[in-house]
């Protein structure tokens, strides 16, 4: 067997010649490279976030994208007083059920101490509202607040029959 040994060119890959834009850059004129930052382009329109919709990012302020706005509200707070803590225990030893859960027919000890209405950060309505005894999962952090964000109640019952009374099928 004999072998043969090709030697290419040093400015050669393969047998092909570089691009002209790129030959340019080499020898120096650097504002001639299509990559360049210096190049002569025009800027990228702007675009819209897809993961926010469209532009959504422009609508909303950034604190209220990046969940700021809750921590800085005033019934965070009110949430580690002493006066929250014994009303949530009276709540508890009122009601030691989930309110949720036993409406469903099932049997499980309730840990949290929700606002049947929301409150939206009103002193007299945080204090005097009325309160229902929730487990923490999931009736209290996915059920009842996924259905304080969309307003309506999700899912069927055993007939297939929504559970919200307000729907359509109703």
């Known amino acids: ?16 010649r570089p691009r002209a834009g790129l030959r340019r850059f080499r020898q120096g004129r650097r504002h001639a490279h299509p990559l360049h930052r210096d190049s002569h382009r025009p800027p990228h329109p ?6 926010l919709g469209t532009h959504r990012a ?14 800085n509200r005033p019934s965070r707070k009110w949430y580690s007083s002493a006066r929250w803590q014994r009303r949530r225990a009276e709540q508890l030893q009122r009601e030691p059920l989930c309110r949720m859960c036993a409406s469903r027919g099932l049997i499980k000890a309730a840990t949290v101490a929700d606002h049947i209405t929301p409150h939206d950060d009103d002193y007299t309505a945080f204090w005097d ?27 069927c019952d055993q007939n297939g029959i929504p559970l919200d009374a307000t729907h359509h099928w109703r």
């Open 1 to 16: 067997m004999i072998s043969v040994r090709v030697e290419l060119p040093a400015r050669t890959v393969y047998g092909a």
């Open 46 to 51: 702007p675009r819209s976030d897809a993961r």
């Open 58 to 71: 422009a609508v909303l302020p950034p604190s209220v994208i990046s969940g700021a706005h809750k921590k």
């Open 129 to 155: 509202g009325e309160l229902q005894s929730l487990c923490k999962t999931p009736c209290h952090d996915s059920i009842k607040q996924s259905q304080e964000r969309m307003g309506r109640q999700r899912g």
